[in-house]
């Protein structure tokens, strides 16, 4: 079993920035894939963003340029990380964590708000 904790999120206005953590725990060495997706109201989850455990990232057309999706595996650190720059209204959305094991189990965080005002 793996288990995962968003924290980050929050409200900011057209242009800021956040910064979205994902913290794993349990069996983290069987953990080949995290990635970070979002819901709107009203809309379909969408994959944001993506990393591998050999360290390939990819991103949806919709924020590549302005995300950046990063891990820390210092020890003790199994954190996932989502740089969100020059946010804007449609990045309003809930942002959940989703990491996939060597079996290809999926897990999934509680999710985090992220609020843009324009």
């Known amino acids: 079993q793996v288990q995962l904790l968003e924290s980050g999120g929050g409200s900011v206005q057209f242009g800021g920035s956040l910064r979205l953590s994902c913290a794993a725990s349990?069996?983290?060495?069987?953990?080949?894939?995290v990635a970070w997706h979002r819901r709107a109201p009203g809309k379909q989850r969408e994959l944001v963003a993506a990393?591998?455990?050999?360290?390939?990232?990819?991103?949806s057309d919709s924020v590549k340029g302005r995300f950046t999706i990063s891990r820390d595996n210092a020890k003790n650190k199994n954190t996932v990380y989502l740089q969100m720059n020059s946010l804007k209204p449609e990045d309003t959305a809930v942002y959940y964590c989703?990491?996939?094991?060597?079996?290809?189990?999926?897990?999934w965080g509680q999710g985090t708000q992220v609020t843009v005002s324009s």
């Open positions: 989703n990491a996939r094991d060597e079996v290809n189990d999926a897990y």
């Open positions: 349990g069996r983290i060495f069987s953990i080949n894939r």
């Open positions: 990393i591998t455990s050999g360290g390939s990232t990819n991103y």
